[in-house]
């Protein structure tokens, strides 16, 4: 009788398991890029609450550490368990992180870098930049606020200031960026939970002056688009369900004699990868793509050393952020939620001129559109970008995927972060990533995504 029911119970795992979920309560464990980190601390309290997650837990560390020690993590970690059970990166595994067990890459959420500054003398202005002027910036040759490379994109792209230093709903943003001259672009956001309560209501723009309507629509998912025909002098309001999230004015503004603060990334960081592919690519070939930016800047951390206070290295993307939120003059890189979650510290998100000749902001919409011309390694779900997407008006041209790292061996934890994994490609990534300030996954992207999920735990 024992031997029966033991055979019973048995039958039931191997059953369970095969259909990609532990039969167990399960805890598994991942760390490394903090790219993903708003999107991750949603999504792991989330799955907790569906059916296939309900008995198990998963963790991801708050700071995950960086890519670089995500890498190393799942590398000192065993094919069924040890350190971590799965890991985060931003970038490539290096030689040196390479598992001796069998693993897999699995794209699962992108998003924009912002490069994320507070200047207090520009009364809430958002800046365009050029790619040059950002590489000058970061490599430490544009030294001051008002250097003529700023002052010239100004001229291309004419400054947007917003004098409402705190939307009136909490959790909902709105960033503005000139499209073609005499049109511009507003994009409203809001978080998962602030969209629940404002899902069909209107998100619309008014003259103040007028109080007339210039452009309304319905705020339908967690990040809406408006284009309208801008006028210098004239004050918008941007309002979502009633409530102002910020009111915009095209100033005419000057540019202070003030040191530029550096703020970049000390610890390993897929972010600064992608940061510094950027720059390589658009900007300056002397730029190298790695996880430290003491290596990736040209000339290396004797460069560093000889900019001196200036650069200010931090340890991950919230810290970049708060050093940034704390100190006027100052500019940083971080995934786009870190500077919404400071936007009433003075933070603000430039708009970078792309490929196109627009100044494009950090959005959603226009990440996932430089998405869509990228290369994908069929084999190993890896993604490549293309920088010279000319006639792509709507590409913002930073822009990172994460990667979850997983394992291929049979086990009930590989179990788990299978089971995690297909459920945020097809389920929270599409309903939440918007208004995290991430990109979904999406048509091939999210086919390929889903091939590598199901690889996992399937040997």
């Known amino acids: 009788m024992k031997s029966s029911l033991f055979k019973s119970l048995a039958l039931g795992v191997a059953g369970t398991l095969a259909f990609g979920t532990a039969a167990l309560a399960v805890d598994v464990k991942g760390s ?8 991750l601390a949603e999504a792991t309290v989330a799955f907790k609450a569906t059916p296939q997650g309900a008995a198990h837990n998963v963790n991801y560390a708050i700071p ?5 020690a995500g890498q190393t993590a799942f590398k000192n970690s065993t094919a069924t368990g040890g350190q971590v059970d799965f890991a985060g990166t931003d970038s490539a595994v290096t ?34 930049l050029t790619p040059s002027t950002v590489a000058g910036i970061y490599d430490g040759s544009i030294t001051k606020w008002n250097h003529p490379s700023i002052v010239n994109d100004l001229k291309s792209s004419p400054a947007w200031t917003n004098s409402k230093k705190k939307s009136d709903l909490k959790g909902a943003t709105a960033l503005i960026a000139n499209n073609v001259p005499g049109s511009a672009n507003i994009t409203v956001t809001a978080l998962p939970k602030v969209f629940k309560s404002v899902k069909g209501k209107k998100v619309e723009l008014i003259d103040v002056k007028t109080k007339k309507s210039i452009k309304k629509a319905t705020f339908s998912k967690a990040e809406v688009t408006l284009t309208f025909r801008s006028t210098e002098n004239v004050k918008y309001s941007v309002r979502l369900n009633g409530k102002e999230l910020a009111v915009f004015e095209m100033s005419k503004i000057t540019m202070p004699d003030k040191d530029i603060i550096v703020a970049y990334r000390s610890d390993g960081s897929g972010t600064t990868n992608n940061f510094c592919s950027f720059l390589r690519n658009t900007a300056n070939t002397n730029w190298v793509a790695n996880n430290s930016f003491t290596s990736c800047i040209p000339g290396g951390s004797s460069k560093i050393s000889a900019l001196g206070a200036r650069f200010q290295g931090q340890n991950g993307s919230a810290n970049v952020m708060n050093y940034v939120a704390k100190t006027n003059g100052s500019i940083g890189y971080a995934e786009v939620s870190f500077m919404n979650a400071r936007a009433a510290e003075g933070v603000k998100s430039a708009n970078i001129r792309n490929a196109a000749g627009r100044y494009v902001g950090p959005t959603s919409a226009n990440a996932s559109s430089f998405l869509g011309g990228s290369r994908w390694d069929l084999d190993k779900g890896f993604a490549t970008f293309d920088f010279k997407q000319t006639s792509n008006a709507t590409a913002y041209p930073i822009v990172a995927v994460t990667y979850l790292l997983a394992k291929t061996a049979k086990a009930e934890s590989n179990a788990v972060v299978q089971a995690f994994a297909k459920w945020v490609l097809e389920d929270f990534g599409p309903n939440n990533a ?16 889903l091939a590598q999920v199901a690889k996992i735990n399937s040997k």
């Open 434 to 449: 918007e208004g995290l300030g991430y990109a979904p996954l999406s048509g091939k992207a999210k086919d390929i995504g």
């Open 32 to 39: 490394g890029a903090t790219f993903p980190q708003s999107f």
């Open 95 to 128: 030689s040196a992180n390479t598992p001796s067990f069998d693993w897999v890459y699995v794209p699962y959420v992108a998003g924009p870098i912002a490069v994320g500054y507070r200047l207090d003398e520009l009364g809430g202005a958002t800046l365009g």
């Open 64 to 68: 995950g550490g960086g890519s670089g």
